[in-house]
């Protein structure tokens, strides 16, 4: 029932009884899993892992999620995520409004440049003539 192939089996001896998969190793065994004419068991004992593993693999990987957070990196709450997100558009909103009023104010300051409205009390009141406006 042997093949003429020598298999390879790795011995776990230390405290750590489970086996650790980079997210390299994952790929590589599920893209393997997906070639023509291998199958998910086939690839599963040619690498000595359970078969019910890669399947959960092909999942994440088919979600595209497989990659997503390897050992080590920090995992954000959804709650938060979805509390920042809120966050970020209400500040875009505030943007959006700060924006539009200085951009009514820089016209308004040209508006008055342009009709010398605010230099005429100025100049009225160092000559001391004194004049209404309506």
Known sequence: MTSGKQEVME??????RRRRWSVEEKL??????????????????????????VFHWRKLYQDGSLSAVSAGEEVVPASELAEALKLVRELRRMLGKKTMENEILREAVEYGRAKNVWSAPVLQASTGTTTQFA
């Not at 393997?32 to 068991?41: A, C």
Request: glycine share 10%; proline share 9%.
């Open 11 to 16: 011995v776990l001896t230390g405290p750590e």
């Open 28 to 53: 590589a065994l599920v893209r393997e899993s997906f070639e023509p004419g291998k199958t998910v068991s086939m690839v599963a004992r040619q690498h000595g892992v359970n078969p019910n593993q």
